[in-house]
């Protein structure tokens, strides 16, 4: 993996060590948690098993293909969904229109708040022809050939409260060491699993929640005693995340605590002889001169420009605010050096480019901002439909 990030020329910066060394027998342990701000996307590699838990917001799309590209992964074994709430299932109806192979998906067994013809991972399945694999406590998935398993200990019973208190908790564990993945998991559905008498320690913890004040009392930190916790977040998108008393709480049980925010791609996390090793991951990629040159609410229309070298859109998206939609450019397009492409919707009559396959994607009296992603998942470009 590290030999792909350098082939890439990724900026590797603020190495955070909770062990090192040569890699021990066992294969190969790593997990990488894509900076898509307030939101969990983790890349789980052990060996030659790849899988997707959680795939961070609709917007967050170009990031998480920079992120899966980078790492040289073409086909997933396998998507989990933790739960249904937007910031970590809204990436699944791209997923499920890309190209990318997918071997299984997963949601728990128990949720709430949704209809089944909205669940995330049921309308994603849909789209490939296949279904749900429902979990709950006491499954357990075998990851291929690599005698690695996740083991999943919530959700045990319904909250009905909030799906935060539904997430998918799992155990890893392999040769390496283990990792426990939680979610959003809060603290009525920490204390349920407290009870459960489970052996919690891990060398790795991904933080529930984003690190937010409703999670992690200072007995689970205890139980999990990590050497390392991912907390996947932005403090810019929500403010007060990670908690200062979360993160006492986990340096008070010996445990390092690393913000995916902190890293401009993401935190890749190492495994190897029971030790965490933890690199935060930058991009070394400029964006393009491509911009937003037009929003037309009657058309129903969004053009951009290049004002510079010719550009390959691969992994390029255009995100609506108002309505929530996404354009994702198709593979190999190439905006050249001075020219402009118009984006369309199926509400637009005619004059356009490329197709927006949704209606009415701009709104026509309510301000409607537009953000233009590179395919770094960086914004390049933000405009509104003026009528602000």
């Known amino acids: 993996m590290k030999k792909i990030m350098k082939a890439l020329a990724l900026l590797l910066a603020m190495i955070m060590l909770t062990g090192c060394g040569a890699r021990s027998e066992g294969g190969t342990v790593e997990l990488f948690a894509v900076n898509v701000g307030k939101g969990d996307a983790l890349i789980l590699r052990v060996d030659n098993w790849v899988g997707l838990i959680d795939a961070g917001k609709a917007q967050s799309m170009s990031r998480v293909r920079a992120a899966l590209r980078a790492l040289g992964v073409t086909a997933l074994d396998a998507v989990f969904l933790t739960h249904t709430d937007n910031d970590h299932g809204g990436g699944l109806a791209w ?37 749900v694999w429902w979990l709950q406590r006491g499954d357990a998935i075998a990851l291929g050939d690599t005698g690695a398993t996740l083991k999943v200990l919530a959700p045990a019973t319904l909250f009905t409260d909030k799906d935060d208190n539904n997430s998918l908790v799992m ?47 200072q007995a689970f930190a205890e139980a999990c005693r990590a050497q390392a916790a991912i907390i996947s977040t932005d403090s810019r998108e929500k403010p007060g995340t990670p908690d200062p008393g979360v993160v006492s709480r986990l340096m008070a049980a010996g445990t390092t605590v690393n913000v995916t925010q902190d890293a401009a791609l993401g935190l890749e996390v190492t495994l190897s002889g029971g030790q965490a090793s933890v690199q935060y991951v930058g991009i070394d990629a400029p964006t393009a001169g491509v911009s937003i040159e037009s929003v037309v609410p009657g058309a129903d229309t969004v053009t951009l420009i290049n004002d510079g070298a010719d550009c390959d859109m691969t992994g390029w998206s255009v995100y609506s605010d108002r309505g929530g939609e996404l354009f994702a450019f198709p593979d190999g397009y190439v905006l050249p050096a001075g020219g402009t492409v118009t984006l369309g919707s199926n509400s ?22 537009f953000t233009l992603y590179d395919a770094w998942g960086r914004p390049a470009d933000i405009a509104d439909n003026g009528m602000n």
């Open 171 to 217: 155990m890893l564990e392999t040769a390496q060491g283990r990792m426990l993945l939680t979610g959003d998991m809060e603290l009525p559905e920490e204390a349920e699993l407290l009870s459960q008498g489970d052996d919690l320690r891990c060398a790795v913890l991904k933080a529930p929640n984003h690190g937010d004040d409703d999670t992690l009392s």
């Open 95 to 131: 997923l499920a229109a890309s190209g990318l192979s997918v071997g299984a998906w997963y949601a728990p067994a128990m949720y709430t708040g949704v209809k089944a013809k909205k669940h995330p991972a049921i309308k994603a399945a849909q789209v490939r022809g296949t279904e």
């Open 348 to 369: 637009s009559k005619g004059g356009y480019d490329l197709l927006w396959d949704d209606k009415k994607v701009v709104h026509k009296s309510k301000t409607d901002t």
